[in-house]
C-alpha cells in the first residue's frame, strides 16, 4: 500500500488511458462522418434520380414565405434571363456546391420529412441536357404551382443580360428587337454619309425597304428553325434541340 510509486509506470498508465480517451473520441468521430458521408450520398442519389410520383408532402406553413414562389415568377425569370427549370436529375452533380446539400438537410430537420420533388433554375450549361435524334437555384415543389427556394450559389447576373437576352424570348420579342435596333440605323446613316436632302431621303427609304425584306426572311427562317430555341418554349424543356 505504501510502496515507492514508479515514475515511469506512472506515465505508462496516464498515457494508456489517455490513449483510450482518445480512440473513442477518434472511433466517435470517425463514425459521425461516416453517418454524414453516408446522408450525403443519399441526397445525391434522391437529386440524380426522377422524383417519386405523388403529391408534395411539404407544409407551407412551416416555410418562409419570402421563399416562396409561384410558377409565373420562376417562368418569367426563366425567359428574362433565358434559363432553364428542370428535375435535379438533369444537374451535373459536379456543379453542385455542398452549401446546397447542407440546406437541404436542414430543411429536411426542419420539415422532419425528406423533400420530394426537387427542380434547379440555372443556366443550360449546368444541365445535361438530352438530345432527342449564373446562376443556379435549389427548388422544392410545394404544390402544382408554388415552388419553395432552398439554397442559390453562383454570381448575380449582370444587369445588362436582361436586355442581351430579350431578343430570344419570342418570335415577337425578335420582331420588336430587330425594328428598334433597324429603323434608327437605317435614318441615322445616310445622315452621315449623304448631304442633300433628296439622297438623304433616298437612301432613307432604301434602307428601310431592306430592313423590311431582312426582318421578314430573319422572322421567317428564325420562327421555322429556331423556334423551339426561344426562352418561351424552352424554359422547362430537358431537350436542347
Known amino acids: 500500500m505504501f510502496s515507492p510509486v514508479d515514475i515511469q509506470d ?17 472511433d466517435e468521430v470517425q463514425a459521425a462522418l461516416k453517418e ?19 403529391k408534395s408532402n411539404i407544409n407551407p406553413e412551416l416555410l418562409e414565405k419570402n421563399r416562396i414562389f409561384s ?5 418569367s ?31 429536411e430537420k426542419h420539415l422532419g420529412e425528406e423533400v420530394k420533388h426537387l427542380k434547379i433554375m440555372g443556366a443550360a450549361k449546368f444541365f445535361r441536357l438530352e438530345d432527342r435524334n449564373k446562376d443556379p ?12 427556394l432552398i439554397h442559390k450559389w453562383g454570381k448575380d447576373f449582370a444587369w445588362y443580360k436582361k436586355i442581351l437576352f430579350y431578343p430570344f424570348r419570342s418570335i415577337m420579342a425578335l420582331f420588336i ?15 452621315i454619309f449623304f ?8 437612301y432613307q427609304m432604301l434602307y428601310l425597304g431592306a430592313l423590311i425584306v431582312y426582318t421578314i426572311f430573319v422572322l421567317v427562317f428564325g420562327g421555322f428553325t429556331f423556334y423551339k430555341k426561344f426562352s418561351k418554349i424552352c424554359w422547362n424543356n430537358p431537350y436542347f434541340n
Open 137 to 148: 437555384l435549389l427548388f422544392a415543389r410545394i404544390d402544382e404551382n408554388n415552388y419553395y
Open 36 to 54: 454524414g458521408r453516408q446522408a450525403d450520398e443519399y441526397i445525391l442519389s434522391r437529386l440524380r434520380n426522377a422524383p417519386k410520383p405523388g
Open 177 to 191: 428587337s430587330m425594328v428598334a435596333v433597324g429603323v434608327p440605323l437605317a435614318l441615322f446613316i445616310p445622315l
Open 195 to 202: 448631304h442633300t436632302a433628296k439622297e438623304i431621303e433616298y
Open 71 to 75: 410558377i409565373d415568377d420562376i417562368k
Open 77 to 107: 425569370i426563366c425567359v428574362s434571363y433565358r434559363l432553364r427549370f428542370l428535375d435535379s436529375k438533369y444537374f451535373k452533380m459536379e456543379e453542385l456546391p455542398y452549401d446546397a446539400v447542407i440546406a437541404l438537410k436542414k430543411l
Open 10 to 26: 506512472e506515465l505508462i498508465k496516464v498515457r494508456q488511458k489517455n490513449e483510450k480517451i482518445v480512440r473513442r473520441l477518434t
